[in-house]
C-alpha cells in the first residue's frame, strides 16, 4: 500500500500525500492493549472463495452470497470463526452433496461469527460453508486504526447526486477490512483462491483480480460479470472496482495488462501508465521470478483516501495519479510515476510472498519502497534514485516516533500502530544497505530464492535472512539483529587528523546515540591529488579510529564513500575539502553534501564556488535546490548566481527547473528586467512555467497580468489556473468569483489548502455579494472540517478570522457572522 493517511502526520506530509507526492503506511490495529504481537493461531485455513455479490445504490448496502471452502491447518475440529464485521447475517449452512444444511452460530460483537459445523472435520479434510448477508459499509467507522479498520466497501455518489463526479463502487481491504464486505479469515497468513460474481447495472465496467471468464446480460437491465483467479492469495487483497471506466488494453509478455480510467482520461492512459510492461520485464528479470499473476490491471477511483493498494493483479489508485498532459510534460520522470512502481514491485513482495503477520510488515512495504528506488535508478540516472533515498531518509529522522520502534514491531500499542517511516522509509534503505553489503549479484539472487521458496505463502524476516544466508554464505544476523530487530539509528561524528611526521591520515568516529552500537561495514575513499584509493572498512564500537599510511595529505577523506548508511552524519570536513569532493567524487550524495555544506558558509570562496557549481549541476534536482538556497540580499553571490538563474529560466530541462528559476527572478530587485523571459514563457508547453511566469509578471505589471489572465481563462488547467485565482483574489472583483471557486473545486486538497490561507480570504473579504462570500465562507469551513484530523484547522480558522474582519470593516455584520458561526463549526467538528 502507498500513502495511507495516519493521524499524527504533520500538515505538510498530509497535503504530499494528497497530491500524490509522498508514501505512508497502514495503520495497524491487531489487537487491545500493549502486548506481543504473536502471529494469529491457525485452526482452520482457506482454501476457496466463492462470492455472489449485488449492489443496493439506494441505501449503500451489498448483498452478498459466499461459499467457503475451508480445511483444519491441522488438528480435528468442529468449529469455524470468521471475520464478518457490521453485517446482517440471514443464512449459515455445510454445502453438501448439493443441499445446504443449517448450522448454529453465534454473532459476537457484530464482528465474529462463531460457527459450530455438522462434523468435526480433521486436519486438512475440506468442508464448505455457505453464508447468506447483508454488508452495510457505510455504518462502519472510516478512521484509520479503528476496532473496524475501516470499511471496506466504499460507495462513492451512488445517488448521482454530487455534479462532476463519476458513481462507482470500490473496495479497500488491508489491513483487515476486507471481511467488511464478505466473510472470511482476514489475516494476511491466509491464503485463498477466488471467484467472484458482481451484478451490477449493465452501463458499468467492472475489475477484479484474476481473469474475467463470463458475462450474463440480465433482463432486469443489470449485468453480472465473473472473475476468477486460480492463484491463493490473502483476503485482504480481494478487491472490487465498478464504475464508468474505458478500458486501455496493453499487454506483457502473452499476458493482458490493462488500465481503466475515466473515460475524459482514457486519451492519456498510454502516457500514464505506458511504462507498466517495461517495468514488468525489468523487475522479472532482476529477480529471477516472472511476474506471478494471470493479468495485470490498474484503475484509477474518485475519493481513494490512500495513495494506492497493491490488490493482486488488479492495483487500485487514487486519483492523482490520473494525470493530464500538462501534468506528464512537468513531470522529469515522464509517465513512470513511483506509485506505478511501487504497486508493481508488490505483486512480488506483499501478493506473491506475503507478511504471515502484521509486525512483519516489512517484507511488504520495505521492499515496494526499494523497488520504486530502484527502477528510478535504473531508468532515469543513479543520481535521481539515491536523490530519492535521500528524503526518505530525512522523513525517517524527522519522525520521532519512528526512531523507538523496531523495523519488525512485536510490542506496540493500538495507538502506535506500526510506525510508516520504519517500514517505508527506513525499511528501504535497510535493503539497499543490503544490496551493497552482499553486491547485487548475490542479493537479487537471495530475493529470487525468497520468492521462489516462499511462493503462494506467508513469510517473515526471518525467512529473507535465511534466504540471504544461503546465497552468500554469509552469517546476516548481526544485520538483521540490529537493523530489523533493534530499534533507532548510528549518529555518528567524524573528524581528521593528518600527521605530517609521520603520513598518516586518522579517522575518529564516533557513534553517540543511546542504546545499542552498530556494526558497520562500510567503504572510506582517499583521494590525493587525481588518485582515489578505496578501503573496506568495519565499524564496531562506540569509538572507532581508522588509521592510514599515505604518501601525502589527502586532498579528501571520504567516509561512507557510497553513501548508503542509515545514519545522522556530522562530518567536520573544511570547505575547501568540500569544494573537492563536490568536483571529484561522483555520487549525488557526494554534492550534496558540499552543496548542504555551502549554504551554511556561503560568504565563504569555496562555498560561493560550490553554490554556483550546484546552479550547473548534471541532476536537475540539485539545480532546483541550489536556485531555491541563494538569498536575494546576498550581493557578492547575486553578482555570480543571477545570470546563471537567467539563462535557466529562459532554456533550462525539465521544466521544472525553468519555473524555479522564473519564481526566483521575481524575487529580486531587477525582477522587472526580466520582463521579456516572463512573456515569452507564457507560451511555454509547460503549465508550472506559464504559472511561474503569470505570476512573475504580474509582480511588475499587474493591470498587463491582469489582463493576461483574462486571456488564459478560457484554456487554463492546473497551476495556471490556480496562478490566475492568486491574480484574480489580489485585483479582481465580484465578477472573477465564480472562476474563482470553481477553480478552487476543482484543485487537489494541498492546493485548495494554500489557497484557503493566501487567496481566497483577499477576495472574500472585499466583493459586494453576499452569495458569493458565504460561498466562500462555506468551502473554507468545509475544507477545514473534512481534513480537521489531519492538523489544517487552526490555519484555516485564522483565514475565516480575517474574513470576519474584513466583512466586519465593511459593516457586512451578516457575513461576518457567518464566518464566526463557520468557526465554531470547525472548532466544535470531530
Known amino acids: 500500500m502507498k500513502k495511507l493517511l495516519h493521524p499524527s502526520w504533520s500538515l505538510l506530509v498530509i497535503l504530499m500525500l494528497l497530491s500524490g507526492s509522498i508514501m505512508a503506511q497502514p495503520y495497524i490495529n491487531t489487537g487491545s492493549g500493549k502486548g506481543y504481537r504473536e502471529t494469529p493461531v491457525s485452526i482452520n485455513d482457506l482454501v476457496d472463495t466463492k462470492l455472489d455479490v449485488r449492489f443496493d445504490y439506494q441505501r449503500s448496502y451489498l448483498y452478498g452470497k459466499a461459499w467457503i471452502t475451508l480445511k483444519p491447518h491441522f488438528y480435528n475440529t468442529d468449529s469455524l470463526t470468521l471475520d464478518a464485521k457490521g453485517m446482517d447475517v440471514h443464512k449459515i449452512a455445510i454445502a453438501k452433496a448439493g443441499k ?137 487483497l480481494f478487491m472490487m472496482a465498478i464504475g464508468d471506466f474505458k478500458i486501455y488494453k496493453d499487454k506483457w509478455r502473452n499476458k493482458e495488462v490493462n488500465y481503466y480510467l475515466e473515460p475524459k482520461y482514457f486519451p492519456y492512459a498510454k502516457a500514464i501508465f505506458g511504462q507498466t510492461p517495461e517495468m514488468m520485464e525489468f523487475y522479472s528479470k532482476a529477480l529471477g521470478v516472472d511476474f506471478p499473476w494471470e493479468k495485470y490491471s490498474q484503475v484509477v477511483v474518485r475519493d481513494y483516501p490512500l495513495g494506492a493498494m497493491e490488490n493482486s493483479s488488479a492495483t487500485l489508485h487514487g486519483d492523482y495519479v490520473q494525470k493530464s498532459p500538462w501534468d506528464l510534460v512537468d513531470d522529469p520522470n515522464g509517465s513512470g510515476g513511483s506509485t506505478i512502481a511501487h504497486e508493481l514491485f508488490h505483486q512480488w513482495f506483499g501478493d506473491l510472498v506475503t507478511c504471515e503477520s502484521w509486525s512483519n510488515e516489512t517484507l511488504n512495504e520495505s521492499f515496494a519502497v526499494f523497488g520504486e528506488k530502484y527502477w528510478q535508478e535504473k531508468k532515469y540516472g543513479k543520481d535521481d534514485g539515491d536523490a530519492k533515498r535521500y528524503d526518505e531518509l530525512q522523513a525517517y529522522l524527522n519522525n520521532k516516533t519512528a526512531l523507538s520502534q523496531n523495523l519488525v514491531p512485536f510490542y506496540y500499542s493500538d495507538e502506535e500502530g506500526i510506525n510508516g517511516s520504519n517500514i517505508y522509509d527506513k525499511g528501504g534503505i535497510v535493503l539497499n544497505m543490503m544490496r551493497t553489503y552482499l553486491g547485487d549479484a548475490a542479493f537479487f539472487k537471495g530475493l529470487g530464492l525468497y520468492l521462489k521458496t516462499h511462493s503462494f505463502k506467508s513469510a517473515e524476516v526471518h525467512d529473507l535472512r535465511l534466504a540471504m544466508e544461503e546465497v552468500s554464505g554469509r552469517d546476516m544476523n548481526w544485520f538483521f539483529n540490529q537493523w530489523y530487530y533493534g530499534a533507532g539509528h548510528p549518529v555518528l561524528d567524524i573528524t581528521y587528523k593528518w600527521d605530517e611526521s609521520s603520513k598518516t591520515e586518522k579517522v575518529f568516529i564516533s557513534q553517540n546515540q543511546q542504546g545499542q552500537v552498530f556494526i558497520l561495514p562500510i567503504a572510506v575513499d582517499i583521494y590525493t591529488g587525481s588518485k582515489v584509493e578505496r578501503h573496506n572498512v568495519w565499524l564496531r564500537n562506540a569509538k572507532d579510529t581508522l588509521t592510514f599510511k599515505l604518501a601525502a595529505k589527502p586532498n579528501l577523506v571520504n567516509v561512507d564513500a557510497e553513501k548508503i548508511l542509515l545514519a545522522k552524519k556530522t562530518d567536520h570536513k573544511t570547505m575547501a575539502e568540500y569544494a573537492f569532493q563536490y568536483q571529484h567524487a561522483t555520487l549525488y550524495m557526494d554534492r550534496f553534501e558540499a552543496f548542504q555544506a555551502a549554504t551554511e558558509q556561503v560568504t565563504t570562496a569555496e562555498g560561493k564556488q560550490i553554490m554556483i557549481a550546484a546552479l550547473r549541476d548534471k541532476y536537475y534536482g540539485l539545480r532546483i535546490k541550489a536556485i531555491r538556497a541563494i538569498k536575494t540580499d546576498d550581493k557578492d553571490l547575486m553578482a555570480a548566481a543571477l545570470p546563471v538563474i537567467a539563462s535557466l529560466a529562459k532554456a533550462d530541462e525539465p521544466y521544472p527547473v525553468r519555473a524555479a528559476a522564473i519564481s526566483f527572478l521575481a524575487k529580486t530587485e531587477k525582477a522587472a528586467g526580466f520582463k521579456d523571459i516572463y512573456i515569452s514563457s507564457l507560451k511555454s508547453p509547460s503549465y508550472s512555467v506559464r504559472a511561474a511566469a503569470l505570476n512573475a509578471l504580474n509582480g511588475v505589471a499587474p493591470a498587463e497580468a491582469f489582463k493576461t489572465a483574462k486571456d488564459l481563462q478560457p484554456q487554463a488547467d492546473g497551476p495556471v489556473a490556480l496562478a490566475i485565482v492568486g491574480i484574480y483574489a489580489a485585483n479582481g472583483s465580484d465578477t472573477e468569483w465564480p472562476y474563482v471557486i470553481t477553480a478552487f473545486k476543482k484543485a487537489p486538497v494541498q492546493a485548495k489548502v494554500d489557497n484557503a490561507i493566501k487567496t481566497m480570504p483577499k477576495i472574500i473579504g472585499k466583493m459586494n455579494n453576499r452569495t458569493y462570500v458565504a460561498e466562500g465562507i462555506d468551502a473554507i469551513r468545509d475544507l477545514a472540517v473534512n481534513y480537521k484530523r489531519y492538523g489544517i484547522a487552526p490555519r484555516l480558522i485564522t483565514s475565516l478570522e480575517e474574513i470576519s474582519k474584513q466583512r466586519k470593516q465593511l459593516n457586512d455584520d451578516t457575513s461576518a457572522k457567518l464566518a464566526d458561526d463557520a468557526i465554531r463549526q470547525v472548532k466544535d467538528a470531530k
Open 100 to 236: 445446504l444444511l443449517p448450522l448454529r452460530y453465534t454473532y459476537e460483537d457484530s464482528a465474529y461469527l462463531h460457527i459450530k459445523l455438522d462434523k468435526k472435520y480433521a486436519g486438512g479434510e475440506q468442508y464448505t460453508v455457505f453464508i447468506d448477508y447483508t454488508s452495510k459499509p457505510n455504518l462502519l467507522h472510516d478512521k484509520p486504526g479503528h476496532k473496524l479498520d475501516g470499511k471496506g466497501l466504499y460507495f462513492i455518489n451512488p445517488k448521482g447526486t454530487e455534479a462532476d463526479k463519476p458513481t462507482q463502487v470500490w473496495t479497500q481491504g488491508e489491513a483487515e477490512a476486507s471481511s467488511c464486505w464478505f466473510p472470511t479469515i482476514d489475516r494476511p497468513g491466509q491464503k485463498t483462491t477466488q471467484q467472484l460474481s458482481m451484478t451490477v447495472p449493465a452501463k458499468y465496467t467492472t475489475l477484479s483480480n484474476g481473469l474475467l471468464i463470463g458475462q450474463k446480460n440480465n433482463a432486469d437491465g443489470t449485468r453480472t460479470d465473473t472473475w476468477k483467479q486460480k492463484l491463493p492469495h490473502s483476503p485482504y
